[in-house]
Each structure stands twice: as structure tokens, then as C-alpha cells.
């Protein structure tokens, strides 16, 4: 059935992923069975049976008690194997390996927040070694969003007040997306994320230095990128038009209005600090919804940003 897996169902992420798979396709194929025994034996009879004249009578025929048990009992089988199969398959799903890597998973409004054991946070980028389990743990800081990894056959809803758990295990090095499935508001359908699986080696070197893209490429290229990447996009515009937060364009070097205080000039201090302590100096006319981006970002990625900010003509 490897070619009904190809057409229908995405790439496989995980061993996990063939499970989910092989129940989905077994499921399928029992119900294309049953449609064409079904439709073939009514039309059959259609054809048999039809009244081929006026003094035709249908014949009475009260009920067959071996036709009778053998439509009741085959489906009662076939519906006890899916429910043990898929309940066995459920389990798997929720209960994660001792050993796993645990990573914290924040949704917000939109964007998704990671934070490793060792203290380092990542926005809508997670990088997790090949052929280790790691287990989310889920919590939302304000409504409800739902994480959905397609290629991994995952999807657990992320709430506020609690927390929720899902597990996988990559099999293999690649990129895979991740969606928010729950929708949360105007930027759900931007509330996109990369799950990227590493091998040991480079996992190890990602952590302590980022990937070969942060590292070289120059400072607007990649601001303009982490600007996508970051969720800046879905609360600040680049051509002047209003939206969460002030707009980029034009704003660095003029004299800026702060709630409760003096103006102030948008300069490179001003840039960093409201990267890093956004509730510090709050632009006037606008809310102080701007979640900090203390450990989020390494100091190249401070400086891109603010240079990107700075070529916004």
C-alpha cells in the first residue's frame, strides 16, 4: 500500500508516523470494500429482482438468521481490531520515553515561543536531534491555540491555565512545518513554525552558535528575515499603516511620543532597549502588549534587527 501512502498522506516524520498511516489506510481500505460489496450487491438485486410485469408479487421472506449474524458479527470484529489498534496507537502518542528531551512550548498571539532545558528560547524555530525523543510541554498565554506537526501525525491543543504534552521521535535530518490548527485571531494563518531535525553533531553546534545563516549573512538581510521569522510582521507594519505596534517605516532618527514621558529619539539605544524591555518606553497611542525578547535572540540577531529597523527609509 506504499503507493496509497504517497498519494494521500504527507512525508512520514517519524515511526510514529507509520502507525498513524497504516490504521488510517487499513480504515480506508475496509470502507472501500464495504461500499463496493454493498453498491455491487444492491445493484445486483435492482437487476434480479426487478418487476418484470403486473401480475409479478414479491415474494415473502421474513428473515435469515445465518445472513443475520454474519452482518452483525464480521463488522463487531472488525470494529474491535480498529478500536485496540487505534487505542494501542493513542498510547504510544501520549506517553513519552523517560530519557526525552523536554522542551517548553508558549503560544501566543502569533508566534510560537521555545525554551530548552539549558535557559535558550527560540521564536517558530525548534531544532531537536535525530533519533531522540523529545517531549512539548504546552501552555498558552492567551487564548487557545492548537500545535499541529503534519509530517509527524501530532496535534495537541495548547491552552491557557494548564499545560498539555505530545512527544515525537524524528527518524531522520529535514525540516518540517508547523501550524497552529485552532484559530486564534487575525494572524492565525501567520502563526507558522519550522521543526528542524538535526543531526547530534549540528544540534550541539546550533545551540552554541546558530545556525551558518545567522552567522554570515549581512546585518538588513538577516534583520529582514527575523522580522518574518520573529512575529514582528504580524504587529508592525513597513509602509506607515497602523496595526498592534507602531510601523517601521521612516521611524529611525525622528522624535517619538511615550506614554507618560518625554519624547524620545529612535536611535540604536532606543531600538535595543525596546527589543529587549519593551514595556520601558511605550509608544504613545498604543498598548503595551509587546512580549521581551531577552534570550530570544543572540546578539547578532539584536544588531540585524535594528539595522533592518534603520534601513526602513
Known amino acids: 500500500m506504499n503507493w496509497l501512502r504517497s498519494i ?25 470494500f464495504f461500499f463496493v460489496l454493498i453498491a455491487g450487491l444492491l445493484s445486483y438485486f435492482v437487476w434480479r429482482y426487478r418487476r418484470r410485469g403486473p401480475d409479478d408479487v414479491t415474494p415473502h421472506i421474513s428473515h435469515n438468521l445465518k445472513l443475520e449474524l454474519l452482518w452483525s458479527i464480521v463488522p463487531l470484529i472488525i ?9 494501542n496507537s493513542y498510547m504510544v502518542a501520549r506517553v513519552a520515553p523517560g530519557e526525552a528531551l523536554e522542551i517548553q512550548v508558549t503560544g501566543k498571539k502569533w508566534l510560537w515561543q521555545f525554551e530548552y532545558p539549558d535557559g535558550m528560547r527560540t521564536l517558530n524555530e525548534v531544532h531537536v536531534p535525530v533519533g531522540k525523543a523529545v517531549k512539548f510541554i504546552m501552555s498558552s498565554e492567551d487564548v487557545i491555540h492548537s500545535f499541529y506537526a503534519p509530517s509527524f501525525r501530532v496535534k495537541m491543543d495548547v491552552l491557557p491555565n494548564r499545560y498539555t504534552e505530545l512527544w515525537l521521535q524524528p527518524r531522520e535530518e529535514g525540516v518540517h512545518t508547523l501550524f497552529c490548527a485552532e484559530y486564534c485571531g487575525r494572524g492565525h494563518s501567520d502563526m507558522l513554525g519550522k521543526i528542524v531535525v538535526d543531526s547530534e ?21 538577516l534583520g529582514a528575515l527575523l522580522y518574518e521569522s520573529k512575529g514582528c510582521s504580524s504587529c508592525h507594519s513597513l509602509d506607515g499603516s497602523r496595526r498592534e505596534g507602531p510601523s517601521f517605516r521612516g521611524v529611525f532618527g525622528e522624535m517619538t511620543s511615550i506614554t507618560g514621558g518625554p519624547p524620545v529619539k529612535v536611535d540604536e539605544n532606543y531600538l535595543r532597549e525596546s527589543i529587549l524591555d519593551p514595556q520601558a518606553k511605550i509608544v504613545a497611542g498604543f498598548e503595551g502588549i509587546m ?19 534603520k534601513s526602513r527609509k
Request: proline fraction near 4%; charged fraction near 20%.
Open 8 to 32: 494521500i498522506l504527507p512525508a512520514e516524520g517519524s515511526a510514529y508516523a507509520r502507525q498513524v498511516d497504516d490504521l488510517y489506510i487499513a480504515i480506508i481500505v475496509i470502507c472501500a
Open 79 to 87: 470494529l474491535t481490531v480498529l478500536f485496540f489498534w487505534g487505542f
Open 201 to 221: 553533531e549540528k544540534f550541539q553546534e546550533w545551540q552554541a552558535l546558530g545556525d551558518e545563516q545567522t552567522r554570515t549573512m549581512p546585518l538588513a538581510e
Open 291 to 309: 512580549p521581551t525578547f531577552q534570550g530570544l535572540l543572540r546578539e547578532r540577531e539584536i544588531n540585524a534587527l535594528v539595522e533592518f529597523i
